[in-house]
């Protein structure tokens, strides 16, 4: 059975997915932050409440062309928190430039609603890693 993280988590993703920003912001607390750490093309930005969670996905969904967003690996770690592991191509409707990243998202549930998104993203090229970590 899933837990009630992932299944709350699963419907803000599917929702996503068909880009229907109330549904989205639906799964979201009145007091939710949603922080995204940045890229090394992406600027870091923090988002609060509903009105912020609103603001991240509108720019999501009208300011980028989804090419691919894969959500990887979720992990449970407890009845209230889920941490995901995806990758993502967007381009920029504006520019036409290219965003790859790939990332980790931490979820925090509180009475069926997300109450904390964290992101960690990096979008290096991993063939541009130092050391001996080849194309992992």
């Known amino acids: 059975m899933k ?3 992932r299944q709350v988590v699963e419907k ?3 929702v996503f997915a068909q880009q229907d920003i109330n549904a989205i912001v ?3 607390s009145d007091d939710a932050v949603l922080i995204h750490h940045g890229t090394q093309i992406m600027p870091s930005a923090k988002f609060i409440g509903k009105e912020g969670a609103r603001m991240f996905f509108e ?3 009208h300011a980028l062309e989804v090419v691919y967003f894969h959500t990887n690996e979720f992990i449970d770690a407890g009845e209230d928190k889920l941490i995901v592991l995806g990758n993502e191509h967007f ?3 504006e520019s036409g430039a290219e965003m790859k990243n790939r990332w980790v ?3 925090t549930i509180t009475h069926g ?3 904390k998104m964290e992101e960690f993203a990096s979008s290096a090229a991993p063939e541009s890693y ?3 970590a080849g194309g992992l």
């Open 59 to 61: 720019y999501n969904i």
């Open 130 to 132: 130092g050391g001996n």
């Open 91 to 93: 381009i920029s409707k």
């Open 105 to 107: 998202q931490i979820y």
């Open 12 to 14: 803000m993703f599917a």
């Open 113 to 115: 609603l997300i109450s």
């Open 26 to 28: 639906d799964t979201f």
């Open 3 to 5: 837990t009630i993280a």
